[in-house]
DNA sequence: ACCTGAACACCGTTCAAGT
DNA sequence: ACCTGAACACCGTTCAAGT
């Protein structure tokens, strides 16, 4: 494993202050502070902070697998994705970062070149097609679902239940799919919804939904 | 049309300056001077910024349209979510300080108990599949779609052409997505995607697999 | 009791003064 | 030439001093 420069160590080292610290306590000074050096030292190998945030962008970029060769497509693309989940969980604060960046970075352009390679040449599909399905996947390419809300309108433990009787009045619905939900897995009854069966679902309804528009010869052209 | 109270006038007045200002600009000493009052004044109406970001997400909220009757479900779904598609294009800022948030406010949860609502006593479907649908859908129930980059890698006119024979070589793919495009409207020939119909795209997508899955008598239970 | 200005604890970044 | 500390122009919010 090569070392890196002294750029590579300050990107790594600013991707483990924000996982351990979070991304809200990463400021120039702290990150500073945290590798014993005055703050104006880090403007040596950074251009500001916004070049910092790209860097620690491509780090968590890096860490996606490479793209498998064997096997279906769509499999193949089904896998990369989760590839990506999987590195994007590592660091909860790299989807909010990379959804406020707003240049990609060389290291994004080549995994998204390869993922709609796998669309051209592993599956045919149409550059048409291709480009469209890339928009409907949005940012789940990253493994990620902005969610509605990333925390349930009170999740206090207590709170929850006394709560209940007057928010089932007013948003039946919403207390109805929270509640009577059947288990996917033993471990996640009763506390909230199993984040991967969702990502699988919605990207499943897309691949699938992809697959047969390719088999039917649709064209964005001869639209209804 | 009701007045409102003086809190409902400084939410809006703060949507109006997001609006016209942009939301980065958008601090508590710069509205209290857009005000002509001090900073402070705005502490007796709100508790502090979090909370007046949250009713300037409600103001906007407050602007998708009711839900229409007639018709059948998954056409009222999707009139409803184009609708608050325009409502978060009224407002750029709206969808990034969304995300944001962690905890629905009433408006919000109105939104979506009702829109849970279509798909329950509207269409028929299981609380089950409701449910994964809703996340399905994501952040498209608000009408936007977090893109992969919401600016192209050199948006300047020049640029554009001169970076285009490397990036060519580097990532095929991606500009054989980005040029070889059918058009879909005279009005966005060769200057960016049709974001209206990249949405629409993954909508249909999204609800045309969703209704598949309703007519097989899906459940989470029977999946393999 | 109410209002409000100064002050506090931050932030990213500039820049001139030191070596 | 290089490094670095103070300073600048902000920020959200506290709080004590004025009325």
Redesign the pocket.
Known sequence: MRRGGPLTCLLRAAVAFADGRGIE???????AQELG????????H???????LEGMVDVVVGEIDSPVGAGDWKAAVRQRILSARQALLRHPWASRVMESRTRPTPAVLDYLNSLIGMFRSGGGLSADLAHHVMHALGSRVWGFTPDLFPAPPDSTPGAREDALPETAAKYPYIVEIATARPHHSATTVGQGCDDQFEFEFALDLLLDGCERLHHQGWTSAGRS
């Open positions: 306590a990463l400021s120039m000074r702290n990150l050096v005055v703050p104006m030292a880090l403007y040596k950074v251009a500001g902070k916004e070049q910092l």
